[in-house]
């Protein structure tokens, strides 16, 4: 089945230590996500991926940086992950010009020690 | 004001009962309106999905988008506990890719 797969689906590091969080994706997919979900809170926009094109959120802290070497595979590296940063990261992706259809992964639960 | 606005709830409701969840919001710049389904420690998944106003039925499940009330609805007949999940309304307008979520509604269906 096509789907969108994320590793791991558990991460725990310490305060300070950089953290790489994967997705891919077997949907051939042009646009690729990274949510940021808090506890009872909506899932928060991080940036996204339109082909190669990086677009980043104006409130979205320097901390979190993305790469995506090519279509199936997408990236979010934590450089110095702080208590606040604990949270559920979702990726999704979307075909082009369909971005209200959005299919995202189990995502990873970050646990910061 | 909240682009989105939806009631966190929790909401309980017996087995078989009709489930109302619904959302408002203040962009009328929005055109697309989905239902996203999401199970404890899981990604959401999407339920529904309309575009501009009106009704849309799948199975069990029934959207209604109001655009002139900024207020869309899911009603979920003869509810399941296997329905039991946090439900979250999403939207956005032409050629965003950004969705506007609101916070989602905890549904629990008791057997």
């Known amino acids: 089945d096509a789907m969108v797969i994320q590793n791991p689906r558990y991460q725990v590091t310490q305060f300070g230590k950089p953290v790489t969080l994967s997705c891919s994706q077997t949907?051939?997919?042009?646009?690729m996500y990274w949510y940021q979900q808090k506890s009872s809170q909506a899932p928060k926009l991080l940036f996204h991926y339109y082909d190669k094109d990086f677009n980043n959120e104006a409130d979205t802290p320097d901390n979190f940086q993305s790469r995506r070497p090519n279509t199936s595979f997408c990236f979010l590296d934590i450089r110095s992950p702080g208590l606040g940063d604990a949270a559920m990261y979702l990726c999704?992706?979307?075909?082009?010009?369909?971005?209200?259809?959005?299919?995202f992964g189990p995502g990873t639960r970050l646990l910061v020690l | 004001q909240k682009e989105v606005e939806q009631d966190p709830g929790p909401l309980s409701v017996p087995e078989g009962a009709i489930v109302s969840l619904n959302c408002t919001y203040s962009?009328?710049?929005?055109?697309?309106f989905m239902w996203y389904r999401q199970y404890s420690r899981k990604g959401p998944e999407l339920l529904m999905y309309t575009y501009s106003s009106g009704n849309k039925e799948d199975g069990r499940f029934t959207a209604q988008v109001d655009k002139s009330s900024k207020y869309i609805s899911l009603f979920i007949r003869d509810s399941q506990p296997s329905d039991s999940a946090t439900y979250l309304c999403a939207m956005s307008s032409y050629g965003n890719n950004r969705l506007a979520f609101g916070k989602g509604n905890q549904v629990v269906v008791i057997p």
């Open positions: 999704a992706t979307s075909p082009l010009g369909l971005q209200e259809t959005q299919y």
């Open positions: 962009n009328s710049a929005f055109q697309y």
């Open positions: 949907l051939n997919h042009n646009v």
